[in-house]
């Protein structure tokens, strides 16, 4: 059966060998050799196979060393899958890797080189141009056998094989002497080694169900949060552990490449659909301060299109796509499905007396912060009706510093935001609302209802990006030491209620530094100051080039003109 799947697969398969002198250093080695792969995968394997001889290498399906059992080759797998459908990850330590630390300790002159072996299906994310093929492209999950197949007919002709530097057995058994304690070290360094390299091929590993859930759910905090929960609604801990999965679940994005890469497509037609032009202003500041901080984007509110536009404007600049922290209300059957695959994460509009969610969105807060994802919400809290900016909520904003405070990770910039709208998508709403008509509650038939904006024009968009605001020198101006103070989990300092404060007010003012003029601001600004909304041309004409001039002299406001 392998010696029909390794025919078939090269028939097929090309694959590319990196780094290109690793062939030449194993063909040179004196010690037996045997590879890791990270995963088990008769079809990895295969290619590997083929690869090997093609290149003359020693062959993983030959044995490794006369004393073992003829089923004993040269090459083993650090996780496999177990189940009917590949559910359950097995990471116990391989049955060969433990028979080999026996043969090496028992055999003073005997030696084994490591090599870790990844295959990799089809070019990085980052890298991919057809979306088609970015479907199938190489990823962190665990692909069914019918993936894997479609994998190979899509991806097979861009195929990576990277063989990582050979480790010396011996040299890893060195300073344990019990066996099956240097039996999982061995193996945890080579899961360590093996993840470095993956990241750095296909970058990290981006999927929240997967991974962050799971890391909130270990955290302390929110351990004792279920313990607190078991006491106060007695319930089991099953019970109080599945309610706060139910919350980490509602609350995470499920960040997905091959979708934002489609979106792209589509937005930009419906952007040259709906505007004139979407501009985007200040785009150097993201050079500035992209490097080595966690972004986080406070833009005022005024459309639903924000989310979007500024996503696409971020992505279109070649940076990645921030977090976005949405209501509850937008997880809409469907429609939230494919907002979280674009990375939003939902939030209720209210925390108030349920401890066990205020903590896990706290965790995941400072999870995905902690990653290096950048995050984007709305310090206003909600859609401005008017135009002009609300006051601002500072709920996410003590969030994020309290998180900063408990785990000085990466430094923190917050970018403010303007949107600069000539027309708005929901203005007939919004006079609806402003005449006294209740809000209209989101929903799936109301979005379609919506698609019949498309047939209209709504001028030009700016985005602007203001000053950034470094969270660091805030908190080094009121209090010096904070570094050392550190901030305990449940601790109420009124310090940072301080800064809180001042972020807030320092973000708004930062917004309305950014703000652009436009001829449709102008025209409106004009109007609303006479008695009847109303003038002759002349005197408009006249208004408005009185406006202009004196926007001219104001190099802090900016006019598109």
């Known amino acids: 059966m392998e010696t029909l799947l390794r025919r078939l697969i090269a028939l097929w398969v090309r694959a590319a060998v990196r780094p290109e002198d690793a062939p030449a250093r194993l063909a040179h080695g004196e010690r037996p050799v045997c590879y890791v792969l990270a995963q088990r995968s008769?079809?990895?394997?295969?290619?590997?196979?083929?690869?090997?001889?093609?290149?003359?290498?020693?062959?993983?399906g030959s044995r490794i060393l006369p004393g073992l059992p003829r089923d004993c080759r040269a090459i083993f797998a650090l996780r496999r899958t177990r189940g009917l459908w590949r559910t359950r990850v097995d990471r116990r330590t391989p049955e060969l890797l433990a028979r080999l630390v026996d043969?090496?300790?028992?055999?003073?002159?005997?030696?084994?080189?490591?090599?870790?072996?990844?295959?990799?299906w089809g070019r990085a994310p980052q890298k991919e141009a057809s979306w088609f093929r970015l479907l199938f492209a190489e990823n962190w999950g665990i692909a069914s056998r019918v993936r894997r197949l479609l994998t190979v007919l899509v991806n097979g002709r861009a195929v990576l094989v990277e063989l990582g530097e050979p480790l010396s057995l011996r040299a890893l058994l060195e300073g344990h002497p019990e066996p099956r304690a240097q039996e999982r070290r061995i193996a945890r360094l080579l899961r360590s080694q093996m993840h470095r390299q993956r990241v750095a091929r296909i970058g990290p590993d981006l999927s929240h169900r997967r991974t962050i859930v799971t890391q909130v759910l270990r955290t302390r905090a929110v351990r004792a949060a279920v313990l607190q929960e078991m006491r106060e609604r007695k319930v089991t801990r099953r019970q109080a552990l599945e309610l706060a999965r139910t919350y980490a679940e509602e609350i995470a994005a499920n960040y997905s490449h091959p979708f934002v890469r489609f979106m792209e497509t589509i937005l930009t037609r419906v952007w040259n659909r709906l505007y004139d032009g979407v501009l985007f202003g200040h785009v150097e500041t993201l050079g500035e301060v992209a490097e080595g901080n966690e972004i986080v984007y406070v833009p005022c509110h005024r459309s639903h299109m924000d989310y979007l536009l500024l996503s696409y404007a971020i992505y279109r600049q070649g940076y990645a796509i921030p977090h976005i922290a949405a209501g509850i209300n937008l997880n809409l059957p469907v429609v939230g499905r494919y907002l979280r695959k674009g990375g939003a994460f939902f939030l209720r509009r209210s925390f108030r007396g349920n401890t066990l969610y205020t903590v896990v969105f706290m965790k995941y807060l400072a999870a995905i912060m902690a990653r290096g994802h950048s995050i984007e919400y709305f310090v206003e809290g909600g859609r401005s009706r008017t135009g002009r900016l609300l006051s601002p909520k500072t709920g996410m904003l003590s969030m994020t510093v309290r998180s900063y405070l408990r785990d000085p990770v990466r430094p923190v910039v917050f970018v403010p935001v303007y949107f600069g709208y000539e027309r708005i998508v929901e203005a007939p709403a919004y006079v609806s609302e402003l005449s006294g008509q209740p809000k209209r509650k989101e929903s799936v038939l109301g979005l379609l209802r919506s698609l019949r904006v498309l047939r209209e024009r709504f001028g030009c968009v700016h985005v602007n990006l203001g000053e950034p605001i470094a969270l660091d020198d805030l908190l080094?101006?009121?209090?010096?030491?904070?570094?050392?103070?550190?901030?305990?989990?449940?601790?109420?300092?009124?310090?940072?209620a301080a800064v809180v404060e001042e972020l807030a007010a320092r973000i708004m003012r930062n917004i309305n530094s950014a703000a652009t003029v436009t001829p449709v601001n102008?025209?409106?600004?004009?109007?609303?100051?006479?008695?009847?909304?109303?003038?002759?041309?002349a005197d408009l004409r006249r208004q408005l080039e009185f406006y202009r001039e004196l926007l001219r002299e104001l190099p802090t406001i900016r006019a598109p003109w």
């Open 103 to 120: 043969a090496v300790r028992s055999s003073p002159a005997l030696d084994v080189d490591l090599v870790p072996v990844d295959v990799y």
């Open 42 to 60: 008769a079809i990895d394997r295969a290619v590997l196979d083929n690869t090997c001889a093609r290149l003359k290498l020693p062959r993983p």
């Open 522 to 537: 102008l025209l409106a600004v004009t109007l609303l100051a006479t008695p009847r909304q109303a003038m002759p041309e």
């Open 476 to 496: 080094a101006r009121h209090t010096p030491d904070w570094r050392a103070r550190g901030l305990a989990e449940d601790a109420r300092v009124p310090w940072v």
